[in-house]
């Protein structure tokens, strides 16, 4: 989980978008220039402290952060994360969901987003 306190203001940050291959998913803060984490899929783009602080301070991170490649994500409740087409996808009635080919479902390297325990 990312630890947004610990940002230095006028620090340069990038979020790793790390996926396990059990399917559970987190965002990672790591210094603009330092190796990804080894299993991070996506990275964003480079933001400052102050601005990654304030935006996830008030909830309003998904509003402002985007994977490098200009893309958008959806922050779980639990800390996960997931893709814009993956949670259009999530979002789907089930039937709708069903009659789409697996192959031709969106989630990241094939592998569904572990869902938290009950």
């Not at 800390?79 to 709708?96: I, N, V, Y």
Request: net charge negative.
């Amino acid at each position: 989980m990312a630890k947004w306190i610990q940002l230095m203001d006028e620090g340069n940050y990038v979020l790793d978008f790390v996926q396990e291959s059990d399917g559970s998913r987190v965002l990672l803060l790591r210094e603009s220039g330092q190796p990804a984490h080894p299993n991070a899929v996506f990275e964003s783009a480079v933001y400052l402290g102050a601005d990654l602080r304030c935006w996830a301070d008030s909830g309003s991170l998904t509003d402002h952060v985007c994977l490098r490649d200009g893309s958008g994500f959806v922050e779980e409740a639990h800390g996960g994360w997931m893709t814009k087409a993956e949670f259009d996808f999530w979002r789907l009635p089930p039937e709708a969901r069903n009659a789409i080919p697996p192959e031709d479902v969106p989630w990241v390297n094939g592998i569904p987003p572990a869902t938290p325990p009950k």
